[in-house]
């Protein structure tokens, strides 16, 4: 018995680390394109050199605040604090884990059957968030900086 349950342990603590870190992975993207699309799309940040060319000019350009390497990082700094308005909701057919928000963004009614709130939950994939923003942070911002289709997969499903 020790020896079965010895071989089963690692598979479905590997399955459900897979599930946590997929799930945090997609939950952060969506995050971030919330928050992203809530800018302003006229606000613009400089960026660029401020140095004073021989001719007397500057190479300094404007651009899309929304998308500058300087909004996504700040962003990637606090967007895991999002996790905790996330449950656990597991495939009855599967049993495969997903992560879904329980809080919606704009506060209408959301159908939380099924879903598991707890803060073992937030904090697990807070951590697991946090591990991905760092370790993926230039492939999030090279991908979100220049609005890239599928992202979710391109980053989730390839790398994590």
């Not at 971030?32 to 606000?43: G, Y």
């Not at 803060?119 to 492939?139: Q, R, T, W």
């Amino acid at each position: 018995l020790a020896a079965a349950l010895a071989a089963l342990l690692p598979a479905a603590c590997a399955r459900r680390s897979q599930d946590l870190h997929c799930g945090a992975c997609r939950a952060l993207v969506d995050e971030l394109e919330w928050e992203i699309a809530q800018v302003d799309p006229r606000k613009t940040i400089q960026m660029g050199s401020f140095r004073i060319n021989p001719d007397g000019s500057q190479s300094v350009v404007e651009v899309p605040y929304a998308r500058s390497e300087a909004h996504l990082t700040e962003l990637l700094e606090r967007v895991c604090e999002k996790m905790k308005e996330y449950g656990e909701k597991v495939d009855p057919s599967t049993h495969r884990k997903s992560y879904v928000r329980v809080i919606s963004h704009d506060g209408t009614k959301m159908d939380l059957s099924g879903v598991k709130i707890d803060g073992d939950v937030a904090s697990s994939l807070k951590f697991a968030c946090e591990s991905i923003a760092e370790e993926y942070e230039d492939e999030l911002i090279e991908f979100l900086s220049h609005e890239a289709d599928n992202v979710k997969d391109r980053l989730c499903s390839k790398r994590t």
